[in-house]
C-alpha cells in the first residue's frame, strides 16, 4: 500500500532585474541545476520539487518521504561544501521577503483553505 507523502510550500522573492531573473531561470532550467544539489535534494528524502514564478516571487512546493526531517536537511545542506557554493551563488539572485527572518530564503508558506469534496451534497 503507498503512503501519501507530506507536501510542503514556501516562497521566496528574486531581486526585481529582469536580467538576474532570466540568469536565475537559466540555473533552474530542466538539467542544469548542478548535480550535486540535486542529489543532496534527493538524499534528504525529498520526492519531487517544482518552482513556479510570477514576477519577483517564487512559490516552491517540496514532496517529501515519510522519512524526511527538515533540521536533518538543513545539517545536510550545512556540511556540504557544493550545496553552500550554490546556495551562495542564488544569493546574487534572491532576496528575502519582507517577514523573513535574518538570512532565510525560503518561507514556508501557512495553508489557508484545500477543498475537501467529501463535503459536497449531490
Known sequence: MATKN???CYSCDLKDDPKLIEEYKAYHAIGTAW???TQ???DAGIVDME????????????EVSDDF????????DANNPKVQEWE????????QLPWAKDGV??????QIFK????????
Open 6 to 8: 507530506t507536501r510542503y
Open 35 to 37: 548535480p550535486e544539489v
Open 40 to 42: 543532496s535534494i534527493k
Open 51 to 62: 518552482i513556479y514564478l510570477i514576477g519577483n516571487r517564487m512559490f516552491m512546493i517540496v
Open 69 to 76: 526531517v527538515p533540521g536533518r536537511k538543513s545539517e545536510m
Open 88 to 95: 551562495k551563488l542564488m544569493w546574487k539572485y534572491q532576496q
Open 105 to 110: 530564503k525560503w518561507v514556508e508558506l501557512e
Open 115 to 122: 477543498v475537501d469534496y467529501s463535503q459536497l451534497v449531490n
